[in-house]
């Protein structure tokens, strides 16, 4: 990311930075949100199965 910056930008080095910062602090946000949402469904997915375990400990199929 930064060479690809560079690239495109070889004077403005204020530039660059500022570019990078910004999107690196907002790529660094909407991954921060995937990863408690998987976080949430990983949980809700372990719930769900506890229960369905003890559904079947208590009425075998």
């Known amino acids: 990311m930064r ?10 080095s ?3 930075f500022f570019y990078l910062t910004t999107h690196l602090f907002f790529l660094a946000k909407i991954h921060r949100l995937c990863y408690n949402k998987l976080i949430i469904l990983a949980l809700n997915v372990h719930k769900y199965n ?12």
Do not use: C, F, N, S
């Open 14 to 16: 204020g530039y660059i």
């Open 50 to 61: 506890v229960k369905q375990y003890k559904l079947q400990e208590i009425a075998p199929e």
């Open 3 to 12: 060479i690809a910056a560079r690239m495109v930008y070889p004077t403005d």
